[in-house]
């Protein structure tokens, strides 16, 4: 089983090479099975594309990265729907 603080690096890693994102920071850390895998959610924020951005539009996109809690390996990066404030 490998450490937590590896599974947040790894998620960061893939985030900057799957997305082109430069710093992104760690929001949430979970444990849960996924598609009967037990996995880590990491869930970061990233910058959003201000250019494309409303007034009212959070300027973060929220990531869930689901990463094997045996191998280290990415199974699923999905988008992080968050609450009507």
Same mark, same amino acid.
């Given at each position: ?32 099975? #996924? $598609? ?6 990491? @869930?970061?924020? /990233? ?7 409303? *007034? ?5 996109? #929220? $990531? ?6 045996? @191998?280290?390996? /990415? ?7 968050? *609450?009507?404030?």
């Amino acid at each position: 089983m490998i450490d937590v603080k590896q599974v947040v690096q790894r998620a960061k890693d893939a985030a900057v090479e799957m997305l082109g994102e430069g710093s992104p920071t760690l929001e949430e850390i979970e444990r849960e099975s #996924y $598609k009967g895998i037990d996995v880590w959610s990491i @869930t970061l924020d /990233l910058p959003n594309n201000v250019k494309s951005l409303s *007034v009212l539009a959070d300027p973060l996109q #929220y $990531k869930r990265f689901l990463i094997d809690a045996e @191998t280290s390996e /990415l199974v699923a990066m999905k988008l992080r729907e968050l *609450v009507a404030r």
